[in-house]
């Protein structure tokens, strides 16, 4: 008598358990097995959901990321006919910083007549360049170069040594 009890009270403890599990599923099935497919796809729903907030979330991490990296500021400003006034500036330092963007100067056939720099936790480059040797070059190119510099500084280019 008592195994009878026992299946009965096991039988209610399981359709208690479905029934809750009806319910958190939001499931309008009746039998044990509709139930079960019913939260079987559910929880792959929610499985998906993960993987679609994941994905946000990475996204958002990369554009915080973006947002947080400091962008060098390089400005040039064209002195009369021949020289131009650089102005570098960056919220991050690297070795070799200023080796790499003297050295871009000289592949531009830029002489420095005087420049001013600071390359303790943040870099400053401040620079008067005159007389180019190279035809054709302006701001933009001068621009260009300089932070063709700092990037191959900060990646550890071919410009670093």
Same mark, same amino acid.
């Given at each position: $008598? $008592? %195994?009878?009890?026992?299946?009965?009270a096991? !039988?209610?403890?399981l359709?208690?358990?479905l029934? &809750?599990?009806?319910?958190?599923?939001h %499931?309008n099935?009746?039998n044990e097995n509709s139930i079960l $497919?019913?939260? %079987?796809?559910? &929880?792959k729903?929610?499985?998906q *959901?993960?993987?679609k907030?994941?994905?946000?979330? %990475?996204?958002?991490?990369?554009?915080?990321l973006?947002q947080?990296i400091?962008t060098?500021?390089?400005?040039?400003?064209?002195?009369g006919?021949?020289g131009f006034?650089?102005?570098v500036?960056s919220? *991050?330092?690297c070795?070799g910083?200023? /080796?790499s963007?003297?050295?871009?100067f000289d592949?531009?056939g830029?002489? /420095?007549h005087?420049?001013t720099?600071?390359?303790?936790?943040t870099?400053r480059?401040?620079?008067? !360049? !005159?007389e180019n040797t190279?035809?054709?070059?302006?701001?933009?190119?001068?621009?260009?170069a300089v932070?063709?510099?700092i990037r191959n500084?900060? @990646?550890? !280019?071919p @410009?670093?040594?």
């Open positions: $008598m $008592m %195994s009878r009890e026992r299946k009965k096991a !039988g209610a403890a359709h208690d358990k029934q &809750i599990l009806r319910s958190i599923t %499931s099935a009746l $497919m019913d939260a %079987s796809e559910y &929880i729903k929610l499985k *959901k993960v993987v907030l994941n994905q946000e979330i %990475s996204c958002e991490d990369e554009d915080t973006k947080t400091p060098p500021t390089v400005t040039v400003e064209t002195l006919c021949h006034a650089i102005n500036f919220d *991050k330092n070795p910083l200023l /080796v963007i003297l050295q871009a592949d531009l830029l002489n /420095v005087e420049a720099a600071s390359c303790a936790d870099f480059l401040e620079a008067v !360049g !005159g190279v035809e054709n070059v302006d701001e933009h190119i001068v621009k260009q932070l063709q510099a500084c900060s @990646e550890g !280019g @410009e670093q040594e």
